[in-house]
């Protein structure tokens, strides 16, 4: 693997990590200093989603899954359908130019 796509994945993973907490944030953490880091984790697992062109519902259903399962959260249905529909038109700006 060349730099120039390590410097791509790098770039399109930090672009995730940082719409994760922007846009998605279902704990509401985007403002404390302290909690930058929170959806890290969850990086890794939308960007494999988004690099196999997995389908809007795909993703809204881990998402879902996220807030609701793991986080213990009753979720907001409509804001992670939209959030879903937001990534999967990342994927499309981001990976046209699949590595």
């Known amino acids: 693997m060349t730099t120039d796509i390590k410097q791509q994945q790098c770039i399109h993973f930090d672009a995730i990590r940082q719409i994760l907490l922007k ?10 200093e302290g909690a930058q880091d929170e959806y890290n984790r969850y990086a890794g697992l939308i960007y494999k989603l988004l690099i196999d062109r997995k389908p809007e519902l795909e993703i809204f259903n881990v998402l ?9 959260l009753t979720g907001n249905r409509e804001a992670t359908e939209h959030f879903a529909e ?12 699949k590595m």
């Open 23 to 32: 846009e998605w944030d279902p704990i509401g953490v985007r403002e404390i």
């Open 64 to 72: 879902w899954c996220l807030e609701t399962e793991h986080m213990g």
């Open 86 to 97: 937001r990534l999967t038109k990342l994927s499309d700006e981001i990976f046209d130019t």
